[in-house]
């Protein structure tokens, strides 16, 4: 029997991690290998949540969302119930007309409700139509109600149904006029919004 000549080592015995009984050490490495794994295993749930999220948003914005908790929606008596225990009630004709005006337009469209307040519960009754100035699909400027004016309403693109800047400064301007008017956004077929009442 002849020995086989012995292959030489690869460290020295005294070395950390490497056998003093002179075995070899093959599974040098693996420890790192091990936790680059679980590493990556932990990033992977993470991405994909933050990938959800991301398509999320992308499909329902922020801002659609903050939309529909923050309006109203009329009931089928074409009541909107107020934060505040007030109550706006539409004839129904009324209601229509706005509601055709929102299907039909391609643009932002500004009307003005007539009514009047009994109690606590808005009445409009009639309405009609300021001189409009410009209008595109998410602005218009007209000239202002005038001061018998119940609410000034105008539209925004669909489910957008938050106040910008220059509609609080436009109630600002009304609430001048007359201290019990203020303004309103319709947003959807049966979808509104109020500020100032």
């Known amino acids: 029997m002849t020995d086989k000549p012995r292959p030489k ?16 050490h093959f599974l040098e490495g693996l420890e790192e290998e091990d936790y680059k794994e679980k590493k990556i295993r932990f990033w992977i749930p993470i991405m994909g949540i933050i990938l959800v999220l991301l398509a999320f948003t992308f499909l ?21 119930d107020l934060d505040n225990g007030k109550k706006i009630l539409f004839d129904q004709e009324i209601y229509e007309v706005l509601r055709d005006n929102f299907i039909s337009s391609n643009t932002e ?15 409009v009754e009639d309405l009609y139509y300021p001189r409009i100035i ?28 938050i106040f910008s800047r220059q509609d ?27 500020y100032g009442y």
């Open 134 to 161: 410009e209008a595109t699909y998410n602005h218009v400027t007209s000239e202002f109600c005038d001061r018998d004016t119940l609410i000034s309403m105008h539209s925004h693109p669909s489910t957008f149904c």
């Open 168 to 194: 609080i400064y436009s109630y600002t301007l009304l609430s001048k006029l007359n201290p019990d008017s203020f303004i309103g956004l319709i947003c959807d077929i049966d979808r509104f919004n109020f």
């Open 60 to 80: 329902l914005p922020l801002d659609r969302i903050g939309s529909i908790v923050e309006s109203k929606k009329i009931d089928s008596s074409y009541l909107i």
């Open 9 to 24: 080592k690869h460290h020295k015995d005294t070395e950390i991690g490497n056998h003093h009984d002179g075995h070899y």
């Open 109 to 123: 469209f500004k009307v003005c409700l007539k009514g009047e307040k009994t109690g606590s519960t808005y009445h």
